[in-house]
């Protein structure tokens, strides 16, 4: 068990009794996990080396995370912050707010990720999140391979654990893009699951990454496979290389705005209750 966990518990007694049953639910959790992780259970075989539960508050750990900030890509209407309206943690919950900012017609959100301060390769990225929905909203959970500055997109390798278009609201996506395979020349590998309304409770968001192929999940939901083909060729399989996490909440944009978007709606709140990386 976290040290962080334990020294917790006093300050608990002042809290609201949600915010305590969250805690224990936790704890039981995390106990249940390390006898899993003993040799027995749904994660035989698997060691969980990396995790971040956000069991403090304030800004995401600087030692695990950085950010975007700016308009990056896609034509997206938001401008990246890394203010704590924006972004922050609290009561056991990393919150990315997308706000339309007051007097102003211009849209402020966060996207974090990992990039020089955690990298993965091979092993299983589970995230456990609550996503928003909303005409125009595009929250997402994906990887590029660390490599982006020397290589360029798509070349590094790109991996879509979670991608969700408000406009499609009961569509979960995976995909993949590389040199060989990405949208830009609409030859992108990736599926979608269907699940009735999945803004509405938290979902377990993962990617099983092996050196042959990927399989990815929503709980327990299988639903998207990709194979390596073997040929040892960066433009097919890039990801055989480091890859780093982010974890951002768009809107419009080339995907999240297709049917338009209604700013009326914001603002949005994005939920990511914790990230483990197990190999």
Same mark, same amino acid.
């Given at each position: ?57 304030? *800004? ?7 950010? %975007?900030? =700016? $308009?990056?890509?896609? &034509?997206? !209407?938001?401008?990246? *912050? ?7 943690? %609290?009561? =056991? $919950?990393?919150?990315? &707010?997308? !706000? ?20 993965? !390769? ?158």
């Amino acid at each position: 068990m976290r040290k962080s966990f334990i020294k917790l518990q006093p300050q608990l007694l002042k809290k609201p009794k949600t915010h305590i049953m969250k805690y224990l639910t936790r704890i039981v959790l995390l106990s249940i996990s390390i006898v899993m992780l003993s040799g027995c259970g749904q994660k035989e075989g698997w060691k969980l080396v990396w995790s971040d539960e956000f069991d403090y508050s304030g *800004s995401p750990a600087e030692e695990s995370w950085g950010y %975007e900030t =700016g $308009y990056e890509r896609n &034509n997206e !209407l938001q401008y990246y *912050s890394s203010d704590l309206k924006n972004v922050r943690v %609290e009561e =056991g $919950y990393c919150i990315i &707010n997308a !706000l339309l900012e007051e007097g102003e017609d211009s849209i402020t959100s966060a996207s974090i990720n990992t990039l020089g301060k955690q990298e993965f !390769l091979y092993g299983r990225i589970e995230v456990r999140a609550k996503i928003p929905s909303a005409l125009g909203s595009w929250p997402a959970i994906w990887m590029m391979g660390t490599n982006r500055g020397e290589l360029g997109w798509p070349a590094c390798g790109e991996i879509d654990i979670m991608e969700h278009v408000g406009y499609d609201p009961d569509r979960i996506h995976a995909n993949i893009h590389t040199k060989a395979y990405n949208h830009s020349i609409g030859t992108n590998k990736g599926n979608q699951i269907e699940v009735k309304e999945p803004w509405t409770d938290f979902h377990i968001y993962s990617v099983e990454w092996f050196e042959d192929h990927m399989d990815f999940f929503m709980d327990d939901s299988l639903y998207f496979s990709f194979e390596n083909d073997m040929a040892g060729n960066n433009d097919t399989w890039p990801f055989d290389k480091p890859h780093y996490l982010l974890i951002n909440l768009a809107y419009g944009g080339s995907w999240g705005g297709n049917q338009g978007v209604d700013i009326s709606l914001l603002p949005l709140q994005y939920e990511i209750d914790y990230i483990r990386y197990y190999k």
